[in-house]
């Protein structure tokens, strides 16, 4: 079973739309949760970050973390064809940690 | 400018030709890394450092090795290259490893026959 599982997609949207993108993750030791962003053929860029349970906002992006149930969401709001990208959850034991682990990833399209 | 560079930027091997990536930033950045990523599985790190002379395994260190001897320089070896190393590989770094900004170069496109 792997550490972190995230939601396959792809997901499509329509302009405007709220979009969740959810990773679940199997060990307790992970305390440090990220969120990337990656467009076609570029490096991925990181997005969002967060090491406690609850919601963290920037902008129309919101970033949530429930470590009772292992579960964490990055919400879009108001979503926009330029979102369209693959996004990948990654989560590391503490913030100085070297090792990281990454979901596989969901592609989401906004259509205009 | 800041950046993270790879060399090279895409590669046709054979299996068995021993190969090097070379990954080079100009930020003085402590921490760097190696991924690969292929379709459908996200990003799965290969190794890190966290400075000179300091690295260890990631999730998929099998393979590849690595060594950090200068600050900007993190080259990822391939001795024996295999074709399930065909991959895109990722090169980041970061000012440390709590950094909240790793940059990422622009990728390697490995191609093992």
């Known amino acids: 079973q792997k550490e972190v599982e995230q939601d396959p997609g792809p997901l499509s949207v329509p302009e405007g739309a709220i979009v969740s993108l959810n990773c679940t993750y199997s060990n307790s030791a992970f305390q440090y949760f990220m969120w990337y962003r990656q467009y076609s053929r570029k490096g991925p860029e990181l997005l969002m970050y967060t090491y406690s349970s609850g919601n963290k906002e920037d902008g129309r992006f919101t970033a949530q973390v429930d470590k009772s149930s292992k579960y964490i969401s990055l919400f879009i709001r108001d979503s926009q064809p330029s979102d369209s990208a693959t996004y990948l959850c990654a989560m590391k034991r503490s913030v100085s940690a070297g090792k990281s682990t990454f979901g596989d990833g969901t592609t989401l399209t906004v259509k205009p | ?113």
């Open chain 2, 1 to 113: 400018e800041a950046q993270v560079t790879q060399n090279p930027r895409y590669l046709i091997t054979v299996t068995g030709k021993k190969l090097t990536v070379t990954c080079s930033q100009n930020m003085n950045h402590e921490y760097m890394s190696w991924y690969r990523q292929d379709p459908g599985l996200g990003l799965r790190q290969i190794y890190y450092s966290m400075n000179v002379e300091v690295t260890d395994k990631g999730d998929v260190p099998e393979g590849y090795k690595v060594s950090r001897k200068e600050k900007r320089n993190f080259p990822l070896i391939l001795e024996s290259p295999s074709p399930n190393q065909t991959s895109l590989y990722f090169c980041a770094s970061s000012l440390d490893a709590g950094g909240e900004t790793q940059y990422f170069g622009p990728g390697t496109r490995l191609l093992v026959l």
